[in-house]
Nanobody
Framework: QVQLVESGGGLVQAGVSLRLSCAAS????????MGWFRQAPGKEREFVSA????????YYAESVRGRFTISRDNAKRTVYLQMNNLTPEDTAVYYC?????????????????WGQGTQVTVSS
């Protein structure tokens, strides 16, 4: 079955960087777009970033554009989220997901499978 395993979260101070990873198994990885979403306490899950299956098209939420970078390594079946200049507003559980949607995969409902999430906590 499809499994997505996130890692790389932690407790950090504002201004530092973290890199999240999401390793996928049980699917033909390069057939799927991959996305990162996050959910802060008391809030709904929101889109952070996505990357298309093969063409390398990138999508970012305005709140993270210029600070976060998404990438994928199809050989390693892994998607990454490099997060720079973190702020307390970035505190959330971060989830990766997979979707067959080709165009603008920025809606939660487009995603077929999700990982268990990794906690990112940014202190001021």
């Amino acid at each position: 079955q499809v499994q997505l395993v996130e890692s790389g979260g932690g407790l950090v101070q504002a201004g530092v960087s973290l890199r999240l990873s999401c390793a996928a198994s049980g699917l033909t990885f390069d057939n799927y777009a991959m996305g990162w979403f996050r959910q802060a306490p008391g809030k709904e899950r929101e889109f952070v970033s996505a990357i298309s299956a093969r063409r390398g098209q990138l999508y970012y939420a305005e709140s993270v554009r210029g600070r976060f970078t998404i990438s994928r390594d199809n050989a390693k079946r892994t998607v990454y989220l490099q997060m720079n200049n973190l702020t307390p507003e970035d505190t959330a559980v971060y989830y990766c997901g997979v979707t067959r949607v080709v165009a603008m995969p920025i809606k939660e409902g487009y995603y077929d499978y999700w990982g268990q999430g990794t906690q990112v906590t940014v202190s001021s």
